[in-house]
């Protein structure tokens, strides 16, 4: 009985959490770039699957980027689809050409089963935003 009520909590939090995340990338989303300003963004993989980890693990990746426009490419926000999963990025501009990376923490505690946590790269190119995905299994220990 216990286990279906922490199932139960833990599916009301994810989904609180997850809908949270989509109405403020939404939001994002429709801010309107100057287009005299906008350049492009090239990842060299959008989608990374961590395989199975322990629960409680953290996983690390770092997503690698180019600026591939002739303007200076602005991060202005990264932000993912849940709290377990903390990107960080250098809020400095990227000069055209030049690479970058935004490397992301996934916290697994308390998160067994199959994961997908969507991070959302807010930047001055057109699309303004633009997905990256972080997917696998967390067993139990």
Same mark, same amino acid.
């Given at each position: ?6 199932? $139960? *909590? ?6 609180? !959490?997850?809908? &949270?995340?989509? +109405?403020? =990338?939404? /939001? ?44 200076? $490419? *602005? ?6 689809? !849940?709290?377990? &999963?903390?990107? +960080?990025? =250098?809020? /400095? ?49």
């Amino acid at each position: 009985m216990k286990k279906v009520a922490m199932l $139960l *909590i833990a599916v009301v939090l994810m989904t609180g !959490c997850k809908q &949270t995340s989509k +109405n403020q =990338a939404s /939001d994002m989303g429709n801010q309107a770039v100057d287009p005299a300003q906008q350049t492009s963004i090239s990842f060299t993989e959008d989608h990374h699957d961590f395989g199975k980890v322990t629960d409680g693990e953290i996983v690390s990746y770092s997503y690698k980027f180019k600026n591939t426009g002739d303007k200076p $490419l *602005i991060i202005s926000d990264v932000h993912a689809s !849940c709290g377990c &999963t903390t990107p +960080n990025w =250098a809020r /400095d501009p990227i000069a055209p050409g030049q690479e970058g990376e935004i490397d992301v923490k996934f916290n697994s505690e308390g998160r067994v089963g199959m994961q997908e946590k969507l991070i959302t790269v807010t930047a001055n190119t057109n699309p303004v935003q633009t997905e990256l995905h972080l997917f696998g299994e967390v067993v139990a220990k």
